[in-house]
């Protein structure tokens, strides 16, 4: 039976069988948890191994490659310059990033990108992983390339080219990189554990990733066959596996849908931010960087989980449930109850398990990391059982 380490509160008890029961029952490997309640830590849990000969066991400050929970943070960077006045969702990515305005591109608005709107979800050309690690080659080919349906029309999951596009509007504002903004403006000052662009000398702390099961070929090639080819160039253009994500490459690159690494402690806190409340080192109610209120205003709240319009995502397609609605930079509950109950509560899936939630309704922000990825992309039956017995508790 596998331990489980660190703090609950009594309140939360069912957080930590449902931890524990995911170990028993629902394969985990290494995995950790934490909860904050209006920015104080009510849940930090940590168990496991850390890799998958399990000889290192996973420790309070373990950190991994969260895959797509990283476009939350993303966002977050992105609705902290529109907070500042630096960036204003409804102009132009094109009066930010000129060479963008080619291939009818012209008046597509910036809120378009963070909600997967933009008819960009992949490239034509044929990419390989190390295509991904030059920045600048990537971001041209993307601005050169014309949209595979009509901007604004209908959500179409850009789950690799997210990070390229809104991460290059925040370096055209900033002058610096995703990472290095957030380094700068959030988790350095607020002492959160996460990184875009993790540097050599972290890697002794990071858990191996271990691959899904894989689906049978021709059972994937019937699904692949019904989708949109923007759906196959998002998908597997190129193919990320579980050994890319492990490697030195990866962790050293500049992918802000793909490679945040960090601890559950740091997802939560980030995606506490999304819901107003003030965030401290650790996690603790410290405030902002010179203490007072959160980063993110009431208004600001409400932009990030601005809906714009549900539908049947283009890439995703009726397979993933239905009618989806992301808001700018996230995805809402909605009736699905992804994150729980309140249909807008809000957060973001990363491939294989891992989320972050923000419910700025009763205060509630959640992180949850792992290493034994599952085959879905969303709604991992681990999250789930989590969510569960996080609103029975509330």
């Known amino acids: 039976m596998t331990v489980v380490r660190g703090r609950c509160d009594a309140r939360f008890e069912a957080v930590r069988k449902a931890f524990e029961e995911n170990f028993e029952s629902r394969g985990e490997l290494g995995a950790a948890v934490a909860v904050f309640a209006g920015g104080e830590p009510v849940v930090d849990l940590w168990g496991g191994w850390a890799d998958a000969a399990g000889t290192r066991e996973w420790e309070r400050d373990t950190l991994v490659n969260v895959w797509s929970t990283t476009k939350g943070v993303t966002a977050l960077v992105a609705h902290l310059l529109v907070e500042e006045g630096q960036l204003d969702l409804d102009a132009p990515v094109a009066r930010y990033w000129p060479e963008f305005a080619a291939a ?20 034509r050309e044929p990419l390989t992983v190390a295509d991904l690690y030059d920045w600048e080659s990537t971001v041209a ?94 998908l597997t253009n190129p193919v990320l596996s579980a050994a890319d ?50 980063l993110l205003g009431r208004d600001a709240v409400e932009r990030v989980r601005e809906g714009q319009g549900a539908c049947t995502d283009l890439v995703l397609g009726a397979g993933f449930g239905g009618e989806t609605e992301i808001a700018l930079g996230c995805w809402l509950s909605g009736p699905r109850r992804s994150y729980g109950p309140n249909p807008r509560a809000f957060g973001h899936d990363g491939y294989g398990g891992s989320f972050g939630l923000a419910d700025p309704e009763t205060g509630i922000s959640v992180g949850y990391v792992m290493n034994r990825m599952g085959p879905r992309i969303a709604d991992d039956p681990r999250k789930m059982a989590l969510i569960e017995a996080l609103y029975a508790s509330l």
């Open 104 to 123: 009818g591109k012209e008046q597509l608005p910036v809120r378009h990108l963070l909600s997967h709107r933009a008819g960009l979800a992949g490239l």
């Open 141 to 234: 080919r993307l601005a050169a390339t014309e949209p595979w349906w009509e901007p604004g029309s209908r959500s179409g999951y850009h789950a690799m080219t997210y990070g390229f596009l809104v991460g290059e509007v925040i370096r055209r504002v900033t002058g610096r990189t995703t990472g290095a903004y957030l380094r700068e403006r959030v988790t350095g000052p607020l002492g959160i554990d996460f990184a875009i662009g993790l540097p050599e000398s972290e890697d002794s702390r990071v858990a191996e990733l271990v691959p899904p099961q894989r689906v049978e070929g021709s059972e994937q090639s019937a699904v692949f066959a019904q989708l949109h080819p923007a759906a196959i160039a998002a």
């Open 245 to 294: 994500a492990n490697t030195a490459e990866w962790r050293r690159a500049q992918l802000p849908a793909l490679n945040g690494h960090g601890t559950a402690r740091a997802v939560a806190a980030l995606y506490g931010i999304l819901t107003g409340a003030p965030i401290g080192p650790e996690g603790g109610p410290e405030g902002g960087p010179e203490g007072g209120p959160g």
